[in-house]
C-alpha cells in the first residue's frame, strides 16, 4: 500500500492565490520530499525536509513537517500558470536506503 | 551534466511478447529505482539497486518481471509475456546514497495491445 496520502486529489485556484497540499503517511520516516510532475511524466526533485526538522523554505515553497501527526505541507505563494502540474510527497524510511514511497499526487490547476 | 536517460521513450508490444526497457543513471549515482505509473495514478515502486547490495525486489508485481544492473551503471527492465495491465509509464530515477531527492528520467510509455 501506498506510504503517503495527498490531500486534495485535485486543486484549482486563481493565479497570484496560495496553493496548499497536505501528505500523510504511516510509518517512520527518515526524510520526506515533494516532486512536481507535469503532463505525465518528468518528475522533478522540489524539496527534502529531514525528520528532525519542522519547515523549510525554497523560494515560493515552504514545507511543513510534522511528525507527531505524520503529516506534511507544501505550501506554494503566489501561484503562477507554470505551477500547474501534479505533486507528489514521497517518504524515505531508512537512512541510507532512499527507498522512497510516492502518494497518489495532488493535481493542481492555476488559472489565469 | 546529462540526466537520467531511458530508451526507448514509446514502446508498443503485442500481448505476450517480452519487452526490454533500459535506463542509464547518472554517473556516480549508486542508487537506482524502477517506478511503474499508470496513468492518472501515483508512482508504484518495482525495484532498487543500491551498490552490489542485493537489490530490493519487493515491489515486482509478479514474476513476470525482473531488472538488472550491470557494472552498477546501467540497469535494464524486462517484461515478460506482457499483458495489457503492463500498459504504463516505467520511470527509472537514480541518486547518490545518502542524498537528497533521486533524480528521475522521462520514462518510457509501455502500450500493451
Known amino acids: 500500500s501506498q506510504q503517503g496520502e495527498e490531500d486534495p486529489q485535485a486543486l484549482s485556484i486563481q493565479e497570484g492565490e496560495n496553493a496548499t497540499m497536505n501528505c500523510s503517511y504511516k510509518?517512520?520516516?527518515?526524510?520526506l520530499q515533494w516532486y512536481r510532475q507535469n503532463s505525465g511524466r518528468g518528475l522533478v526533485h522540489l524539496i527534502l525536509?529531514?525528520?528532525?526538522?519542522r519547515e523549510k523554505h525554497s523560494g515560493r515553497l515552504r514545507v511543513t513537517l510534522d511528525t507527531s501527526k505524520k503529516s506534511s505541507s507544501l505550501l506554494i505563494t503566489a501561484s503562477r500558470a507554470a505551477d500547474t502540474a501534479s505533486y507528489f510527497c514521497?517518504?524515505?524510511?531508512?537512512?541510507?536506503?532512499?527507498?522512497?514511497?510516492f502518494g497518489q499526487g495532488t493535481r493542481l490547476t492555476i488559472n489565469p | 551534466g546529462a540526466g537520467v536517460s531511458q530508451s526507448p521513450s514509446n514502446k508498443v508490444t503485442e500481448k505476450g511478447k517480452d519487452v526490454e526497457l533500459r535506463c542509464d543513471p547518472i554517473?556516480?549515482?549508486?542508487?537506482l529505482y524502477w517506478y511503474r505509473q499508470r496513468l492518472g495514478q501515483g508512482l508504484e515502486f518495482l525495484i532498487y539497486?543500491?551498490?552490489?547490495?542485493?537489490?530490493?525486489k519487493s515491489g515486482l508485481p509478479s514474476d513476470r518481471f525482473s531488472a538488472e544492473r550491470t557494472g552498477g551503471s546501467v540497469s535494464t527492465l524486462t517484461i515478460q509475456r506482457t499483458q495489457q495491465e503492463d500498459s504504463a509509464v516505467y520511470l527509472c530515477?537514480?541518486?547518490?546514497?545518502?542524498?537528497?531527492?533521486?533524480?528521475f528520467g522521462p520514462g518510457t510509455r509501455l502500450t500493451v495491445t
Open positions: 530515477a537514480s541518486s547518490l546514497p545518502t542524498s537528497g531527492g533521486v533524480r
Open positions: 525536509i529531514r525528520s528532525n526538522e
Open positions: 514521497a517518504t524515505a524510511s531508512s537512512l541510507g536506503a532512499q527507498k522512497l514511497v
Open positions: 554517473s556516480g549515482h549508486t542508487a
Open positions: 539497486f543500491q551498490g552490489n547490495s542485493a537489490p530490493d
Open positions: 510509518t517512520s520516516i527518515n526524510n
